[in-house]
């Protein structure tokens, strides 16, 4: 029996936990979180709750459970080098070593080894160290169209676009000077127009395999209205497109991660082991690399592993062992839907420590929780997203009313996006990308 370590507790994790349960290999699984995940807890066979860089605890842990393999699911602990840290203990692990976290933890390096190695999914951008220079660039170079990102992990929120958070480049070199206080530098590049998509791939270093694309939903409010959050929700289709995406679309951008997988072994000389996640922006002229993370989506993995039809363990020793050629990803064909639900104020004033409770005798929607604490008289949210609501069916009409269901019959002060899904937002996805193609 295969005894596989689990690093990290938020609903990503949680649905990497359900895809490895439902291997007909039956793995143990053993989860080392910062907080008790209950949906977690109860997949365990054992499970450690310490801050997910404490290597003396997990040090500790492993010692204990001696598992077969790890899989890290966020990226804090990529960061802080828990890949490397469990080499020396002879664990090897599904997500790449510090060096090569790089490509998510670091802008800079992703966009400079895209331009050293010719790979056609790059922007016009430059990396700062002070604000000299900054309004310049892009009074010069980028015009009213610009986008300001620290370079470092910023959990999804740091990044501010010219015409939604900044007027002009007055106020661009005012937030960089902000960004410069906390972050060794910063990039600006062009704003490109189209629309946003998620291909995950699961690469062995040498080999990727991509999952079905999906689009995040990361405004708080109906129509893309609001702050940005960590996402709020994400859908994908029956057919494994989008409605804006076609084949070829989705073949090139699967080519430039595979040439980025290739451009990372040939410039460090290590073989990148885990989770290349591509955020691409579709335009008209094909698509473009808006950033890539170094693990799993939250939320898009909620729609990916719940329609894979491939055992999960397989494809992670495959990862590993680097015999990822040899195995192919299905999928169901079928669509699904994803919804969070998060408490009253989020983000930025949410109500802390309040009770809800979940329909669960009438529920079809898959759950997958991320910071919700289950206490002996139910369940309690924190200050962050709370639940992951999944609608998996035939089409995606369903999938949204499997999921927005399953969010009505929630009881508590909660938010959600009712519009994620919907045939209205759709509709608003393709006719923009229509018009971007110059195709209306």
């Excluded at 010069?140 to 620290?150: H, I, R, S, T």
């Amino acid at each position: 029996m295969k005894r596989i370590l689990l690093v990290g507790n938020g609903a990503r994790e949680h649905a990497i936990a359900d895809a490895l349960a439902r291997s007909p290999q039956k793995p143990e699984l053993y989860c080392f979180m910062k907080a008790k995940n209950p949906g977690m807890a109860k997949m365990s066979a054992k499970f450690k709750l310490a801050k997910l860089d404490d290597f003396d605890a997990l040090g500790e842990f492993v010692k204990e459970v001696r598992p077969d393999f790890a899989i890290i699911g966020p990226e804090d602990p990529l960061n802080a080098g828990v890949v490397d840290f469990l080499q020396t203990l002879g664990v090897r692990s599904v997500g790449p070593v510090k060096d090569l976290a790089r490509l998510e933890t670091s802008k800079t390096f992703t966009r400079e080894l895209l331009e050293k190695y010719r790979i056609p999914a790059n922007i016009k951008f430059r990396k700062f160290i002070s604000t000299e220079g900054i309004k310049d660039f892009i009074e010069a170079e980028l015009g009213d169209g610009f986008v300001v990102k620290p370079d470092g992990l910023t959990g999804g929120k740091g990044v501010m676009v010219s015409g939604e958070h900044l007027k002009d480049s007055d106020e661009a070199v005012e937030y960089c000077r902000k960004v410069l206080e906390t972050h060794p530098s910063v990039i600006v590049e062009e704003k490109i127009e189209g629309e946003e998509f998620s291909l995950q791939c699961i690469s062995d270093g040498r080999t990727i395999k991509a999952t079905p694309p999906v689009q995040d939903h990361k405004r708080l409010l109906p129509g893309d209205q609001g702050p940005n959050t960590g996402g709020m929700g994400s859908y994908s289709y029956t057919n494994h497109l989008l409605q804006f995406l076609t084949k070829e679309d989705v073949l090139e951008a699967e080519k430039i991660v595979q040439m980025t997988c290739d451009a990372i072994r040939k410039e460090t000389g290590k073989e990148y082991k885990g989770i290349m996640y591509g955020g691409f922006m579709l335009t008209k002229d094909g698509p473009k690399l808006l950033e890539y993370n170094a693990r799993f989506g939250d939320p898009e993995v909620m729609n990916v592993l719940p329609i894979l039809k491939t055992d999960f363990v397989s494809v992670c020793e495959a990862v590993i062992n680097g015999t990822l050629s040899e195995i192919e990803l299905h999928f169901e064909n079928k669509a699904t839907v994803c919804k969070y639900v998060v408490p009253e104020g989020y983000p930025s004033n949410p109500v802390a420590g309040q009770k809800i409770e979940l329909d669960e005798a009438n529920r079809r929607a898959l759950i997958f929780h991320a910071s919700i604490d289950q206490k002996d008289d139910g369940l309690y949210m924190t200050t962050s997203r709370a639940i992951g609501f999944v609608g998996v069916a035939d089409d995606i009409a369903e999938a949204e009313k499997i999921a927005e269901s399953a969010i009505k019959a929630v009881k508590g002060p909660v938010f959600h996006r009712e519009d994620i899904g919907t045939p209205e937002l759709l509709d608003r996805r393709v006719k923009h990308m229509e018009a971007v193609r110059g195709e209306s």
